[in-house]
């Protein structure tokens, strides 16, 4: 570790149109076909777009429609407070943590550490260096959780990136105790079958559970075959982390066959991902609930014994969806914000051409009680702005915004920046503020944008892949009584009870 110290019963849903999906793979003009969720997975950041989509591009920007390259626009209710730069020497930005006044920013090569402690003024605390990729990260108390999902020569912060094929390959949970700061210090790893894409801490007085999504990519990880169909329950004693590990591997989609009971994708399910694992979870501890986003389906599942999660009901979108990427509850626990990463977050769906409904959150009821319990389709939330054909764009990760009977939320699109919407009426969602940037390119697709937009304690934090950490303040009549409400620390794939 380099320490620079320097200042998450079937049934489906409806929709309109054919769902197409993928990764960098094909020219701007059309939606690529398989998607590989997250940019930066593979090599490529950059790729030539078509002669067409160039003009389009520059013609939309030209007519006013689109902002100019890295021009900042924002709706008249957001403030752009800050901007700390990305580290020239890192890789893509990626999620966000936070406790009491410091920021936790994962990239590609480790981790930052802000103080937040003036949100006009944010300091560098600490700079990890721990490559592998995308070092989710979350916090509880004085451990720091980190997911690599690269394949790695060792458990090190000193590895080097190896075929996945290599029988020494490491990927899986690195911990590390952060009780000072400015000098995080490593104290354990533990090994996680197909690694560890993203993670949800359910934490307990003693114990930190940990719930390690990962999925399969490709056919060349050999400890990650189909059916890889559950999730890697890590404890975490919390005056012994050197002791974490593996405690369970819940089947979350039983089923006969050699891809489990997951959606089989295509050739049965065109342009829908195959399930074979989950992409994120997020829980609600108080209500011993969570919600799984799992590539080809979305599910509701109970943890009241947390080695042990059950699944309630499990849905699919064969029209609409094609990566079930995350989750978001709202504050009742009776509604679930669904994203989907169609493109995997490095294409461009934010425009005419793909239209409103993919590449969009998908808003469900919860119905019933209990085990009963079901989600039910309400509508899609699009950013209502249309991107250039050089922008990656799609819903990605959000978080709630706390107002007592309502259910909004601020949410990361990439280069669609960061919008605040509301979804209290499941079946008319609509968006009351915005901030984003311009292309980052006219020529190129270019990857950026934010990654995570989260609210904490009266601001909006936005970890942007190339631009580096933004603070947004937000002064709306319809968001201003969340500012009461305050946080000793925010994961946000673990939701608190926020009026608890």
């Given at each position: 570790?380099?320490?620079?110290?320097?200042?998450?019963?079937?049934?489906?849903?409806?929709?309109?149109?054919?769902?197409?999906?993928?990764?960098?793979?094909?020219?701007?003009?059309?939606?690529?076909?398989?998607?590989?969720?997250?940019?930066?997975?593979?090599?490529?950041?950059?790729?030539?777009?078509?002669?067409?989509?160039?003009?389009?591009?520059?013609?939309?920007?030209?007519?006013?429609?689109?902002?100019?390259?890295?021009?900042?626009?924002?709706?008249?209710?957001?403030?752009?407070?800050?901007?700390?730069?990305?580290?020239?020497?890192t890789g893509l930005n990626s999620d966000l943590a936070f406790q009491g006044r410091y920021a936790f920013a994962g990239n590609y090569d480790?981790?930052?550490?802000?103080?937040?402690?003036?949100?006009?003024?944010?300091?560098?605390?600490?700079?990890?260096?721990?490559?592998?990729?995308?070092?989710?990260?979350?916090?509880?108390?004085?451990?720091?959780?980190?997911?690599?999902?690269?394949?790695?020569?060792?458990?090190?912060?000193?590895?080097?990136?190896?075929?996945?094929?290599?029988?020494?390959?490491?990927?899986?949970?690195?911990?590390?105790?952060?009780?000072?700061?400015?000098?995080?210090?490593?104290?354990?790893?533990?090994?996680?079958?197909?690694?560890?894409?993203?993670?949800?801490?359910?934490?307990?007085?003693?114990?930190?559970?940990?719930?390690?999504?990962?999925?399969?990519?490709?056919?060349?990880?050999?400890?990650?075959?189909?059916?890889?169909?559950?999730?890697?329950?890590?404890?975490?004693?919390?005056?012994?982390?050197?002791?974490?590990?593996?405690?369970?591997?819940?089947?979350?989609?039983?089923?006969?066959?050699?891809?489990?009971?997951?959606?089989?994708?295509?050739?049965?399910?065109?342009?829908?991902?195959?399930?074979?694992?989950?992409?994120?979870?997020?829980?609600?501890?108080?209500?011993?609930?969570?919600?799984?986003?799992?590539?080809?389906?979305?599910?509701?599942?109970?943890?009241?014994?947390?080695?042990?999660?059950?699944?309630?009901?499990?849905?699919?979108?064969?029209?609409?969806?094609?990566?079930?990427?995350?989750?978001?509850?709202?504050?009742?626990?009776?509604?679930?914000?669904?994203?989907?990463?169609?493109?995997?977050?490095?294409?461009?769906?934010?425009?005419?051409?793909?239209?409103?409904?993919?590449?969009?959150?998908?808003?469900?009821?919860?119905?019933?009680?209990?085990?009963?319990?079901?989600?039910?389709?309400?509508?899609?939330?699009?950013?209502?702005?249309?991107?250039?054909?050089?922008?990656?764009?799609?819903?990605?990760?959000?978080?709630?915004?706390?107002?007592?009977?309502?259910?909004?939320?601020?949410?990361?699109?990439?280069?669609?920046?960061?919008?605040?919407?509301?979804?209290?009426?499941?079946?008319?969602?609509?968006?009351?503020?915005?901030?984003?940037?311009?292309?980052?390119?006219?020529?190129?697709?270019?990857?950026?944008?934010?990654?995570?937009?989260?609210?904490?304690?009266?601001?909006?934090?936005?970890?942007?892949?190339?631009?580096?950490?933004?603070?947004?303040?937000?002064?709306?009549?319809?968001?201003?009584?969340?500012?009461?409400?305050?946080?000793?620390?925010?994961?946000?794939?673990?939701?608190?009870?926020?009026?608890?």
């Amino acid at each position: 570790m380099t320490l620079l110290n320097r200042p998450r019963t079937r049934h489906r849903a409806t929709g309109v149109g054919a769902v197409v999906a993928g990764l960098l793979t094909a020219l701007l003009t059309a939606v690529p076909a398989a998607a590989t969720p997250d940019p930066g997975d593979g090599p490529a950041t950059q790729q030539e777009v078509s002669a067409g989509a160039e003009a389009r591009a520059a013609r939309a920007i030209a007519d006013g429609g689109i902002p100019g390259q890295d021009e900042i626009v924002h709706s008249t209710n957001i403030e752009h407070l800050a901007n700390v730069p990305k580290e020239a020497f890192t890789g893509l930005n990626s999620d966000l943590a936070f406790q009491g006044r410091y920021a936790f920013a994962g990239n590609y090569d480790g981790f930052r550490i802000f103080d937040i402690g003036n949100p006009k003024a944010p300091k560098t605390v600490a700079q990890v260096l721990c490559p592998g990729s995308q070092n989710d990260v979350s916090v509880s108390g004085d451990l720091l959780f980190l997911s690599t999902d690269s394949s790695r020569s060792d458990s090190s912060c000193n590895s080097t990136t190896q075929p996945a094929t290599e029988k020494s390959s490491w990927e899986g949970m690195k911990i590390f105790d952060i009780s000072d700061k400015a000098n995080p210090k490593y104290v354990a790893a533990v090994e996680t079958a197909c690694g560890s894409h993203t993670h949800s801490l359910v934490p307990e007085r003693r114990n930190v559970y940990i719930y390690v999504s990962s999925y399969s990519p490709s056919a060349t990880y050999p400890d990650c075959q189909p059916p890889h169909d559950g999730i890697s329950v890590i404890k975490v004693p919390r005056n012994a982390p050197e002791k974490a590990a593996v405690v369970s591997f819940p089947v979350l989609f039983p089923g006969e066959g050699p891809d489990g009971g997951g959606n089989p994708g295509a050739p049965t399910n065109p342009g829908v991902s195959k399930t074979t694992g989950c992409h994120d979870i997020t829980v609600l501890p108080e209500q011993d609930l969570a919600a799984g986003a799992c590539m080809g389906d979305g599910i509701l599942f109970s943890i009241k014994d947390p080695e042990h999660p059950k699944v309630i009901d499990q849905v699919e979108d064969n029209v609409n969806f094609a990566f079930w990427h995350s989750a978001t509850f709202n504050q009742k626990a009776n509604k679930v914000v669904f994203t989907d990463e169609l493109g995997g977050g490095g294409a461009a769906t934010c425009n005419a051409t793909v239209g409103p409904d993919r590449g969009a959150d998908g808003i469900y009821d919860i119905v019933g009680k209990g085990d009963r319990r079901k989600l039910v389709f309400r509508a899609y939330y699009k950013i209502p702005r249309h991107q250039a054909d050089t922008e990656n764009c799609v819903a990605h990760n959000g978080s709630l915004i706390p107002v007592k009977g309502k259910d909004i939320m601020v949410q990361a699109w990439y280069q669609g920046g960061v919008s605040v919407w509301d979804f209290t009426d499941s079946t008319a969602p609509k968006e009351i503020a915005y901030f984003e940037r311009g292309p980052l390119s006219t020529t190129t697709l270019s990857i950026g944008g934010s990654w995570s937009a989260y609210y904490y304690n009266g601001y909006i934090y936005s970890n942007d892949i190339a631009k580096g950490f933004d603070v947004l303040k937000l002064s709306d009549r319809r968001t201003d009584p969340a500012k009461r409400v305050r946080l000793r620390e925010l994961n946000v794939q673990t939701q608190p009870d926020y009026f608890d």
